[in-house]
């Protein structure tokens, strides 16, 4: 009965043995990856410190881009403001020159008669002086007769 347990101890430490040899083997196989992981974690911690850094600076270019259109946003507003001003100077100076012309137009219309009365009244003035300086040279004519005949004489 002493060898029954002799050998049960002789198997147990086998049996042991044989545990702690897969246990070692894990354990390395364990640390392996372990380093695996530690070595892929560095490179993942530059590689997220790399886009850090780059977000970094396209935030700040954005901020700067956003400030450089905010700054030509309000010199175009300035501009905006002029053209609308010129617009309603234009208006205004079209609505004067349509308020002009139809003023223009009512005293034509209101000085038409006059007009028509001094056009005639020229006309008749015209046809005396016409006829005055007829009887004019009608009248140097007979003087010029008159003085050749004398002469003749």
Same mark, same amino acid.
């Given at each position: ?48 410190? +790399?886009? @850090? ?7 700040? $270019?954005?901020? %700067?881009?956003?400030? #450089? *259109? &905010? !700054? ?14 010129? +617009?309603? @100077? ?7 020159? $349509?308020?002009? %012309?139809?003023?223009? #137009? *009512? &005293? !034509? ?45």
């Amino acid at each position: 009965m002493e060898i029954i347990l002799y050998l049960s101890a002789a198997l147990i430490s086998v049996a042991f043995l044989v545990l702690v040899i897969y246990l070692s083997k894990t354990l390395k196989t364990l640390q392996e990856t372990l380093k695996g992981v530690t070595k892929t974690l560095d490179g993942l911690e530059k590689q997220l410190d +790399g886009v @850090t850094s780059e977000t970094t600076l396209l935030l700040q $270019k954005t901020n %700067a881009l956003a400030e #450089d *259109i &905010q !700054v030509k946003s309000e010199s175009l507003n300035s501009v905006v403001d002029a053209v609308k001003d010129v +617009g309603s @100077t234009v208006t205004k100076f079209n609505g004067t020159l $349509k308020n002009l %012309a139809e003023s223009f #137009d *009512i &005293q !034509v219309e209101q000085s038409k008669e006059k007009v028509s009365q001094i056009v005639q009244w020229s006309n008749v003035f015209l046809e005396l002086k016409e006829k005055w300086n007829a009887r004019k040279q009608v009248k140097n004519e007979a003087e010029l007769l008159e003085v050749k005949r004398v002469r003749s004489k």
